[in-house]
């Protein structure tokens, strides 16, 4: 199976992708529209070749609202360009026939035993953990934990 994980940060967001044992990483702060869609194409072109299903998993958008209940919401310009970007991924997928479901920080950090309660470096330590070849930095690491995600829970 081919396993695509999307943590869909606009600074720190990025795809990542088990194929075959092999990973590999798309930046997104540092991608236009067009290099996502070449990227998810060509996933889309190996799941042909390889003869392996693929599945996707983007993290579902929390925390986007006015604050509530004393907790800061996110400001409207950063609202508008992440769901911007969130919503640009979730047509790409769709235009690409890429099956994905999306889901909340809480349930795949739990699944994956990686609940960070907003410490970054907890889920980078549990990526280090579980792919102890790669060299995982921090803007790499939700992702790949997406995609391990994927693997697991299909």
Request: proline share 5%; hydrophobic share 40%.
């Amino acid at each position: 199976m081919i396993c695509i994980g999307i943590d869909p940060g606009k600074s720190s967001g990025a795809i990542a992708v088990l194929l075959n044992d092999e990973i590999q990483f798309l930046r997104l702060s540092k991608s236009t529209d067009k290099d996502v869609c070449v990227f998810l194409n060509m996933m889309k072109i190996a799941e042909c070749i390889q003869q392996e299903p693929i599945y996707c998993v983007i993290e579902k958008l929390s925390n986007m609202g006015p604050p509530m209940n004393g907790r800061p919401g996110r400001g409207s310009k950063s609202n508008w360009s992440l769901s911007g970007s969130y919503h640009g991924l979730k047509m790409a997928l769709t235009c690409l026939e890429i099956p994905f479901e999306e889901v909340t920080a809480s349930k795949w950090m739990s699944y994956l035993n990686c609940r960070t309660r907003g410490d970054k470096r907890v889920s980078q330590q549990r990526a280090k953990q579980l792919f102890p070849e790669e060299k995982c930095f921090q803007w790499q690491a939700d992702a790949l934990l997406l995609a391990q995600y994927a693997k697991l829970y299909v």
